[in-house]
């Protein structure tokens, strides 16, 4: 399963060059920029469960870059570094475990972008999302009912997919600053496509897949 997704993931990248390249070559304008932020991740269940998961607040910093293909119209792609993951509560008030899962990822968007207004703007993405991941860990916090806790970390949460597919749609509004510069606030929610856990090993449990909710604010440049 792994070697399958790296592979799409090689393909999915090789691809996004190509076409980059190619519009590179024949395009008006090309912005890059830089934001960063906080994302509220959790995971879906497809069947009912006792304990479901709560949100888990996170980073989100993304690199944008942007090739204008025709007027307001736009090719949207660059890098992302977000964390994801959820938090859960097993057990009573008096003796329960607290989990705390991260899961942080390296994503390649692609997409097309549309942009309306002047020096006051806004500009609407639709992305596909590629990311690998970079590392994983769980907290767990054990209650005990005479108060007393222990806490333990690990390391080999290996159930987790290695490569996550997600749809991204993202909001942007934005002041220009003279014809180079501008500042913006973004607002963006990412769900998954792809199983978040593998249970290929237990393939009557359910199926689980991520959403994470995120706000940045930025800066943008043309080249």
């Not at 060059?17 to 959790?42: E, R, T």
């Not at 690990?154 to 934005?174: A, C, E, W």
């Not at 199926?207 to 943008?220: E, K, L, S, W």
């Amino acid at each position: 399963m792994l070697t399958n997704q790296i592979k799409i993931m090689k393909t999915f990248l090789l691809g996004t060059l190509i076409v980059l390249l190619s519009l590179a070559a024949n395009c008006q304008d090309q912005y890059v920029g830089i934001s960063g932020g906080l994302s509220a991740s959790n995971i879906i269940y497809s069947q009912k469960v006792d304990n479901p998961a709560e949100y888990r607040l996170g980073y989100l910093f993304k690199v944008n870059y942007e090739i204008e293909i025709f007027d307001h119209f736009y090719i949207a792609t660059g890098a992302t570094y977000q964390d994801k993951g959820f938090t859960n509560k097993v057990g009573g008030y008096a003796s329960h475990i607290e989990v705390n899962s991260a899961h942080r990822y390296l994503g390649i968007p692609i997409g097309i972008c549309f942009q309306v207004g002047g020096n006051l703007y806004c500009k609407l993405l639709i992305q596909a999302n590629i990311s690998l991941l970079l590392s994983k860990e769980s907290h767990v916090r054990l209650f005990a009912s005479n108060s007393k806790y222990e806490e333990r970390t690990f390391y080999n949460t290996n159930s987790y997919s290695p490569v996550d597919l997600s749809i991204n749609p993202v909001s942007r509004i934005g002041y220009k600053i003279g014809n180079r510069f501008s500042f913006f606030l973004e607002t963006s929610f990412s769900v998954s496509v792809n199983p978040f856990l593998d249970i290929t090993s237990n393939p009557t449990s359910s199926v689980v897949n991520n959403y994470a909710f995120g706000a940045c604010i930025g800066f943008d440049f043309r080249i």
